[in-house]
Structure formats: structure tokens, C-alpha cells
């Protein structure tokens, strides 16, 4: 099985109103780094949450590694979402504790390593942490696993340029080859460089997947130039 | 997991309740010092006036003990599930019956231990009342004896170990229910849109009231069949309708157990 996830007729229908999804359907390989772009309300988060199982869809299927979310798919999934999750009483070491016990693929070296190259001392608790420095002890956490898919919600949204390229560095220094980075942005210049492979959606439906290679070739663009060009307002 | 779950879980909630009981039994034997003063032979109304005040602190120090360990289980629980804090939680690689359990166990465990925490301060202070005051001139020990066994004497051994055990079974069955409900509100508002906290009020409020519909159902019929019989021994309706309403508690706690589940499963939302 060459995909890692695959999406079938995916449909996210909020308060019986409202369509995050609809029948979306895709896939997504092994061993890349996928750019999922769109504008905001587009369903990129909906689509990353129903992925980690974190909402339920309204009809269709969500499949990593052949299952739908749950304690094995979870086991395999590394989830950086756009909001920070560290409960802010505990300190930075038993937060690395804490990925130790409940994912036997977390490596506590890469992760103090990474904390040692950023001066962020372990004996802080995170509610002293600046925000800046909480997203980056997440990402740390995140990205010291040894996951199959690593999904990443914005994860350079919000913080100053230095601290995007580290982000950056961050993602392509850690990441298996054999996995694959799923990370939504629409901060597209900033990554575009790193991506292999970009899912354009809008309004919960699929418009665009195709590799950046093919973008740049067939359309003469860059990705973001591209992007503009699809959802210009 | 559970293990691991309830490692993680424990060294999160313990603190708030152990410093509510702490300080609870701090003031409990402040309040019985209170006893060792000579307010009933002296006229000073302001050194009684104090007493009154430190046994109004003592008094609602109980009443924040009860209601203050139920509301950070229920603060604790809803954080962790359903805000920001749920990102990780339910990214983590358990089920959700795990994660129920990891809950579970430490909200039930800290109802027991407020519990027993309050059982010890009254009884700290009302020692400390005996030891000061000597009623009939009998020391602590000896006043404890003479009660234990006018008590014997009055109600028959049986009678006291049969109350006991119900007694017993419907504080388990309280704990049990207390804690589910206390899930199963959180959980069911998780379904109200936009309103989640309201809803879980709501949800708190309604099961709450068929709790109280369903044990006075319960207690209906024993009721009408004291006033029938026209018995005289109380002990005799009250223990089987104790237990009765002990195993409906247990039935309702095992339905929000479900309920709360399949929500955490099925319908599971964070914004």
C-alpha cells in the first residue's frame, strides 16, 4: 500500500448548517512533504481534525495506514495543532516524561537536544514560557517522534521570522524519510522551498493536488504565485 | 495505558484537594481549641462572639471542602477533555474507555478521600469538645464507650451492623453516581453547538433530576408500606430501601458510563 492516508467522500457538516467538507477525497503518499494550502475556512483544519480523530465526520472515511483514527493510527500520527496544548503547571522535563510514557516512538534525547540548542531550560514550567517558546517546546515534542505521518496545523503562523526559519530547519532535520509531513500554511513562500507535493482546497472541496515540480513546469509559477491565482478574491 | 493514564492523572489533581482537606483540618482543630476557652463561665460577649465566628469558619470550611472538590474535579476533567488540553489528551494512543477510566478512578478516589477527610475533622473536633468539656465528667474514651453502648443497648447489634453495611453500599453507590454525573454533564453539553458549558449545566440539573425522581420512586413503596404495617422499627423499611436505591444509583452510573462513551467516541467535537 503506497499511500499512507487515504480520504473517501469525506463530508464535515457543522451544526446541520454550516459544510466544512464536502466529499472530499484524496490521498496522500509515503515519504513527502505535503503542503495542504487553501484560505481560511477552507477545511484544512476540519480535515487535519477528523486525521487525528479529534471530530467526527458526517459521513465518508479517513484511513492512516489502512485504519481509521484511533489508539493505533494515534500511536502513528505526530499532531502539532494551531493552539497550544501543554497543560501550563507542568514543567518542560515532565512533559518530555509524559511523551516517553504514552509514545514508544518519542526520543527524549532528540527532544532535550533540540531544547538545549535553544537555551529553554527543562526545569521551566511552561506557564513562565513566553507564547513564542511554548510553540516551539510543542514543536520539539512533536518532531522527536518517530512517527508515520506528522501533521502540522500552522505551524509557523504566529511567530517572528527567526523563529520560522528554526521552525523550518526544525521540520526537515527530524522528519523521517519514510514518513511523510502533512502541513497546512498559508504562509506559502515560507515553505514553499520544502514542499514536494500541495493540496489546494476551498470551501471543503478538493480543487487542486498535484507535485510543486508539476506546478512550476506546467504553469510556470511558483506554488504561491499559483495559489493567489486560484483564490484571488 | 490505564496505568500510565492514571500516573499522569493523579500527579496533575492532587494538590487543589489536598490542600482544601489540609487546611480543613488545620481549622477543625482550631475550632476545638475554641472548647478550651472559658466562654460558658465568663460574660465577655466578645470572646464569644469570636467563638461563633470560628465556628462559622469551621462550618463553611466543610461546606468549601464538599463542594470545592467536586467543582475542581469537574473544572479538572472538562479542561483536560475539552479545551486546548484535549488536543493532547485525545491525540493520545488509548481508547476512550481508558481514558474514561483514567478519569474515573481519581475524580471517585478524591469524593472518598474529601469524604473521609471531613469525617476525620468532625470527629477532631467533636473529640477535642468531649475532651475539653467532659460531659458528666467523663473523659474522651470513657464518653465514647458509654455512647457505643447506650447505642448497642437501644438499637441491637445487628440492627447496627445491618444499617452500617446499607450505609455503607449507598455511599459507594453516591460516589459512583456523584462521579459519572458529574462526566456525563460535562460530556452530554459537549453536544450543545456553541453553548458547551451551559449545556453542561443543563445536562448537570437534568440528571439531576431524574436521580431524584427515580430514588423517590424508589422510596415510595417502603414508604407506604411503613405507614401500613405501622411498624415501629424504622431500621427494618430504611436499610432495604437503602439498598435498593444503592442499586439503582449503580444502574444509572453504569448508563452515563455508556452514554459518556459513545459521545467521547462517536460525537466527539473540540472546537
Given at each position: 500500500?503506497?499511500e499512507?492516508v487515504?480520504?473517501?467522500?469525506?463530508?464535515?457538516?457543522?451544526d446541520?448548517?454550516?459544510?466544512?467538507?464536502?466529499?472530499?477525497?484524496?490521498?496522500?503518499?509515503?515519504?513527502?512533504?505535503v503542503?495542504?494550502?487553501?484560505p481560511?475556512g477552507?477545511?484544512?483544519?476540519?480535515?487535519?481534525?477528523i486525521?487525528?480523530?479529534?471530530?467526527?465526520?458526517?459521513?465518508?472515511?479517513?484511513?492512516?495506514?489502512?485504519s481509521k483514527?484511533?489508539?493505533?493510527?494515534?500511536?502513528?500520527?505526530?499532531?502539532?495543532?494551531e493552539?497550544?496544548?501543554?497543560?501550563?503547571?507542568m514543567?518542560?522535563?515532565?512533559?518530555?516524561a509524559?511523551?516517553?510514557?504514552?509514545?514508544?516512538?518519542?526520543?527524549?534525547?532528540?527532544?532535550?537536544?533540540?531544547?538545549?540548542?535553544?537555551?529553554?531550560?527543562?526545569?521551566?514550567?511552561i506557564k513562565?514560557?513566553?507564547?513564542?517558546?511554548?510553540?516551539?517546546?510543542?514543536l520539539?515534542l512533536?518532531?522527536?517522534?518517530d512517527?508515520?505521518?506528522?501533521?502540522?496545523?500552522?505551524?509557523?503562523?504566529?511567530?517572528d521570522?527567526?523563529?520560522?526559519?528554526?521552525i523550518?530547519?526544525?521540520?526537515?532535520t527530524?522528519?523521517?524519510e519514510n514518513a511523510t509531513?502533512?502541513?497546512?500554511?498559508?504562509l506559502?513562500?515560507?515553505?514553499?522551498?520544502i514542499?514536494?507535493?500541495v493540496i489546494?482546497?476551498?470551501?471543503g472541496n478538493?480543487v487542486l493536488q498535484?507535485?510543486?515540480?508539476?506546478i512550476?513546469?506546467q504553469?510556470?509559477k511558483?506554488v504561491?504565485a499559483?495559489?493567489?491565482?486560484?483564490?484571488?478574491? | 495505558?490505564?496505568?500510565?493514564l492514571?500516573k499522569?492523572?493523579?500527579a496533575?489533581?492532587?494538590?487543589?484537594?489536598t490542600i482544601?482537606?489540609?487546611?480543613?483540618?488545620?481549622?477543625s482543630?482550631?475550632a476545638?481549641?475554641?472548647?478550651?476557652?472559658p466562654?460558658?463561665?465568663?460574660?465577655?460577649?466578645?470572646?464569644?462572639?469570636l467563638?461563633?465566628?470560628?465556628w462559622?469558619?469551621?462550618?463553611?470550611?466543610?461546606?468549601?471542602?464538599?463542594?470545592?472538590?467536586?467543582?475542581?474535579l469537574?473544572i479538572?476533567?472538562?479542561?483536560?477533555?475539552?479545551?486546548?488540553?484535549?488536543?493532547l489528551?485525545?491525540?493520545l494512543p488509548?481508547?476512550?474507555?481508558?481514558l474514561l477510566?483514567?478519569?474515573?478512578?481519581?475524580?471517585?478516589?478524591?469524593?472518598?478521600?474529601?469524604?473521609?477527610g471531613?469525617?476525620?475533622?468532625?470527629?477532631?473536633?467533636?473529640?477535642?469538645?468531649i475532651?475539653?468539656?467532659?460531659?458528666?465528667?467523663?473523659?474522651?474514651w470513657?464518653?465514647?464507650?458509654?455512647?457505643?453502648?447506650?447505642m448497642?443497648?437501644e438499637?441491637?447489634?445487628?440492627?447496627?451492623?445491618?444499617?452500617?453495611?446499607?450505609?455503607?453500599?449507598?455511599?459507594?453507590?453516591?460516589v459512583?453516581?456523584?462521579?459519572?454525573?458529574l462526566?456525563?454533564s460535562v460530556?452530554?453539553?459537549q453536544?450543545?453547538?456553541?453553548?458547551?458549558?451551559?449545556g453542561?449545566?443543563?445536562a448537570?440539573?437534568?440528571?439531576?433530576?431524574?436521580?431524584?425522581?427515580?430514588?423517590?420512586?424508589?422510596?415510595?413503596?417502603?414508604?407506604?408500606?411503613m405507614?401500613?404495617?405501622?411498624?415501629?422499627?424504622?431500621?427494618?423499611?430504611?436499610?432495604p430501601m437503602?439498598?435498593?436505591?444503592?442499586?439503582?444509583?449503580?444502574?444509572?452510573?453504569?448508563?452515563?458510563?455508556?452514554?459518556?462513551e459513545?459521545?467521547?467516541?462517536?460525537k466527539?467535537?473540540l472546537d
Amino acid at each position: 500500500m503506497s499511500e499512507l492516508v487515504n480520504v473517501s467522500n469525506l463530508t464535515m457538516v457543522y451544526d446541520k448548517r454550516k459544510t466544512a467538507l464536502n466529499e472530499l477525497s484524496l490521498t496522500i503518499p509515503r515519504g513527502k512533504i505535503v503542503g495542504l494550502l487553501g484560505p481560511n475556512g477552507s477545511g484544512k483544519t476540519t480535515l487535519i481534525k477528523i486525521l487525528n480523530g479529534l471530530l467526527c465526520p458526517t459521513s465518508g472515511t479517513a484511513l492512516i495506514n489502512g485504519s481509521k483514527p484511533g489508539p493505533e493510527t494515534k500511536a502513528r500520527v505526530s499532531y502539532l495543532p494551531e493552539r497550544t496544548y501543554l497543560q501550563t503547571g507542568m514543567k518542560v522535563k515532565e512533559l518530555i516524561a509524559y511523551f516517553t510514557d504514552f509514545y514508544a516512538d518519542f526520543k527524549p534525547e532528540r527532544a532535550k537536544e533540540m531544547l538545549t540548542s535553544l537555551g529553554i531550560d527543562e526545569n521551566d514550567r511552561i506557564k513562565t514560557l513566553s507564547k513564542g517558546t511554548r510553540e516551539k517546546v510543542q514543536l520539539i515534542l512533536v518532531m522527536s517522534r518517530d512517527a508515520d505521518l506528522f501533521i502540522l496545523d500552522e505551524p509557523i503562523a504566529g511567530v517572528d521570522p527567526a523563529a520560522r526559519d528554526y521552525i523550518i530547519k526544525t521540520i526537515i532535520t527530524n522528519y523521517n524519510e519514510n514518513a511523510t509531513v502533512l502541513l497546512s500554511t498559508h504562509l506559502i513562500s515560507d515553505i514553499e522551498n520544502i514542499l514536494d507535493e500541495v493540496i489546494f482546497i476551498k470551501n471543503g472541496n478538493l480543487v487542486l493536488q498535484a507535485t510543486v515540480e508539476d506546478i512550476r513546469e506546467q504553469k510556470g509559477k511558483s506554488v504561491d504565485a499559483y495559489f493567489r491565482e486560484v483564490f484571488a478574491c | 495505558m490505564l496505568k500510565k493514564l492514571l500516573k499522569h492523572e493523579w500527579a496533575a489533581s492532587w494538590k487543589i484537594p489536598t490542600i482544601l482537606i489540609g487546611v480543613l483540618l488545620v481549622i477543625s482543630i482550631f475550632a476545638g481549641f475554641t472548647f478550651a476557652a472559658p466562654v460558658w463561665e465568663s460574660e465577655m460577649g466578645g470572646l464569644a462572639a469570636l467563638l461563633v465566628l470560628v465556628w462559622m469558619l469551621y462550618y463553611f470550611a466543610i461546606i468549601g471542602v464538599s463542594v470545592g472538590v467536586v467543582l475542581y474535579l469537574a473544572i479538572r476533567f472538562y479542561k483536560s477533555m475539552y479545551t486546548d488540553e484535549g488536543y493532547l489528551t485525545h491525540t493520545l494512543p488509548v481508547t476512550s474507555h481508558q481514558l474514561l477510566w483514567s478519569k474515573i478512578i481519581p475524580m471517585a478516589a478524591w469524593n472518598v478521600l474529601a469524604t473521609i477527610g471531613i469525617f476525620i475533622s468532625v470527629a477532631i473536633f467533636g473529640l477535642m469538645a468531649i475532651g475539653f468539656l467532659q460531659p458528666d465528667g467523663m473523659g474522651i474514651w470513657e464518653t465514647i464507650s458509654f455512647m457505643t453502648e447506650e447505642m448497642v443497648a437501644e438499637l441491637g447489634i445487628e440492627n447496627i451492623v445491618t444499617f452500617g453495611l446499607s450505609m455503607l453500599a449507598i455511599g459507594i453507590a453516591g460516589v459512583c453516581s456523584g462521579t459519572m454525573m458529574l462526566i456525563g454533564s460535562v460530556t452530554i453539553g459537549q453536544l450543545v453547538g456553541k453553548h458547551k458549558i451551559l449545556g453542561s449545566i443543563g445536562a448537570y440539573f437534568g440528571i439531576n433530576t431524574v436521580m431524584q425522581f427515580v430514588s423517590t420512586a424508589c422510596m415510595i413503596p417502603f414508604m407506604f408500606n411503613m405507614a401500613y404495617e405501622e411498624t415501629d422499627n424504622v431500621f427494618s423499611v430504611m436499610m432495604p430501601m437503602y439498598f435498593v436505591m444503592s442499586v439503582v444509583f449503580v444502574i444509572l452510573s453504569v448508563v452515563l458510563y455508556f452514554i459518556s462513551e459513545l459521545i467521547i467516541r462517536k460525537k466527539l467535537n473540540l472546537d
